[in-house]
Nanobody
Framework: QVQLVESGGGLLQAGGSLKLSCTAS????????MGWYRRAPGKQRDLVAT????????NFADSVKGRFTISRDSAKNTVYLQMNSLKPEDTAVYFC?????????WGQGTQVTVSS
């Protein structure tokens, strides 16, 4: 089992920056990839960014490329999502995920609201 706890959401104006954190606990060694997804009001949950735990290869949704970065601190079992140049369309609940061979785990989500 893997448990994920997100933090760092909030309300801010367009053009601002925010950093989300996700700390994993439990069977950490089973995690092969971690990522961030988001669900905007009335929409499905979509991929934002992922990072491979072994090697650090990253992947981003086209809508956030050049604005968001994903990183990890293995010593702290934490993954970060640095969000810059935020836009109102980035408003969503952001979820952390962790992939293992058997299961995809989710955090509880953290709200990010960007006002124009």
């Amino acid at each position: 089992q893997v448990q994920l706890v997100e933090s760092g959401g909030g309300l801010l104006q367009a053009g601002g920056s925010l950093k989300l954190s996700c700390t994993a606990s439990g069977n950490i060694k089973s995690i092969s990839r971690m990522g961030w997804y988001r669900r905007a009001p009335g929409k499905q949950r979509d991929l934002v960014a992922t990072i491979i735990t072994d090697g650090g290869s990253t992947n981003f949704a086209d809508s956030v490329k050049g604005r968001f970065t994903i990183s990890r601190d293995s010593a702290k079992n934490t993954v970060y999502l640095q969000m810059n140049s935020l836009k109102p369309e980035d408003t969503a609940v952001y979820f952390c995920s962790a992939d293992t061979v058997w299961f995809k785990y989710w955090g509880q989500g953290t709200q990010v609201t960007v006002s124009s």
